[in-house]
């Protein structure tokens, strides 16, 4: 017979089920913290680490072609930066709430493509997608102002965040079909302190060089937090403060005034993306940022942060409530009527195609996605529900406006005119001077959005003529501008409340053309004609002279300058940023600056040109490249001169050819053809504007 000793140790069932019902009863009142860390941060991170060696084997087996940029901080800066995300993780388990607190920059040395340069960086992001992974979470690095990169700041950020695809793409669609201001995507491989973060977004930041890269003028840009403005970009040394706070007391004491400084029609155009995306959550007012155009005195949306939703036709029907602005954006709630919701549905039936095309065919598209193979299935998925939104937007019946009628009422001037005030011609109005007709400008401000047509002939030129407080005028117009044989003389910049700095400001014009004209003698601003991104434009046979700044100012513009006089000019004759310009036969005498300024990537060709009594004739910077051929350089102080200026740019190029040089200023770097054994000069620029050479910059 078998005695079993009884165990000493007695298992209390209660004792269990009383321990797993605290265990249980902790986890209920505190599920949110626990699911947030288990899924959202644990689960999450899991994945990101799961994308990124995904993404490491098959760019090793696909040979892509991917730049590295590598990044380096000093160990104990590493450890305070990863503390900083320890707490922003434990802020997000804890209280379930976005990270507001502000972070602390650290100095790094960055280096991309053999490019090394320095810098700081920080954390930034506000949701867990940016900071949850120890060893892919988002950050910000503001460079130190050296080449290639000047004083830009740059957000790195895994594609997930930026739902792989989505903002690429209408970013790349709002700037190609709306040119509205586009955020760029480029990505890179990233390595921090040697430990591989995997491929990163390059985003753009709120800054002047996204400004520059969608050839706006500088000004502000801004979001709205907590029902006040706040200003992500003040300009260098915040001297753009005085435009903020114009509009910050707008939107707080003026506030319909404000509203009819919103862009509608750019308004509409993000409201089109946000359909074809399926996405509201651009609009919520800390996401949504806007530019201030201080030349059309309109404040224009960006789009950024776009998640792709399948649609459907009660969301189609409920646009655009379903993004609820009454609770998100309080300034697209009091903007947004049925008329203009019309309007988006009957213009975006027309541009489906255009969308549909970038998808299909855009290069720019098509190399993103080439050079992500990592990311491929993502990529397909998200677009696949665009393609989806586009086709079923397609497939239904959208009421078209009625098409209006091409005539324009012509608005004649035929006698003797004086202009006060604001005088509007709209785009379906065209204006038509005739010969030997004087307009008196006496604080006058003329707006032309549709034709223009003054045509004088010899002997009975049209004169447009400023008195007392004269007058400016502002094109913007896709109709034809035609001067001939006019004469302007005394006007101003001041009477636009806008930021126009020139008396005669084209802005988005799509076709000029200047003949036997004379500019002269106007009373105050930079510039006497300030082309801003206009194409088609021709100046023959005309006369700037006694200018107070620039006789042309082209900013990211197409035109040609062909047998015309530059005399006794303030400042330039003719300045160049971004844009393309053929000067061939004229005289520039006596130009206190430069004769001709080709800046930012400019492309200028100067032919048969003849330069005397002028500070600088010929200027190449910040990566333009100029041409001097057949030109004649006589008494001038400097003939050519090339360095950077904009330390974001690289070294300028130069090609002489059949040009009797005397003098040079050429800074080491630049690419210059046509002068032998140049002796460079060093720090070009400290010698220019004014301090040697040149006139000084306001």
Known sequence: MKYFKSSKTKVSYSLLIGFFILIASLIYIYRGPVHRSIVTINLGSLYTDYLNSKAQFINYFSDNDIPLVSINMSPNNFVRMQKER?????????????????NNYFKVSFENENLITRGEIKLFGMNSDHFRNPNSHSFRIKFDGLKGYGDKKQNFLHPRSRDFITDPLLNIIFKKIYEGISINYNPYMVRLNKVNYGVFYAEDFFDKYL????????SVIFEVVNDSLEFNYLGEESSLELISNELSYQYKNEYQSF???????KVKDVLKLALISNSGHPFIDINLHWYYNPVTDLIEPTIREAFAHRLSLDEINSFPSNLDFKNENKILNDIVTLELVDSVFSELASELDQIDSIIQFDHEYLKLKKIMPAYAKNIALKESIINDNIKLLKSIKTTKLESKSSKKEIIEIKQDTIIRGEFIINNSQKLKIHEDVTITLDGAYIKVFGGFLANGKKGKEIKIVGINDSGSIFFNTEENIVINNVIFEKLTNLESKFSQPSSVTFYECSSIKIDNSIFRSNISGDD????????????????FEETLGDAIDADFSELKVLNSKFINIGNDAVDGSGSIIEITNNLFDTVLDKGISAGEKSIIESNNNTFKNCEIAIVSKDESNLSSIDNLFNNNKVDIAGFIKKRYFDFPEITIENSNYYNYLIEEGSKVIGIDSIKYTTNVEAKLYGNIYGRASN
């Open 86 to 102: 320890s707490m922003m993780v434990n802020n997000y388990i804890m209280n379930g709430s976005q990270w507001t607190q502000n």
């Open 528 to 543: 006497y004609l300030n082309f801003f991104r206009s194409k088609n434009i021709k100046i023959d046979n005309s006369l």
């Open 259 to 265: 509203l009819k400084k919103i862009d509608r029609n």
């Open 211 to 218: 400004i520059e890269n969608n050839k706006r003028r500088e």
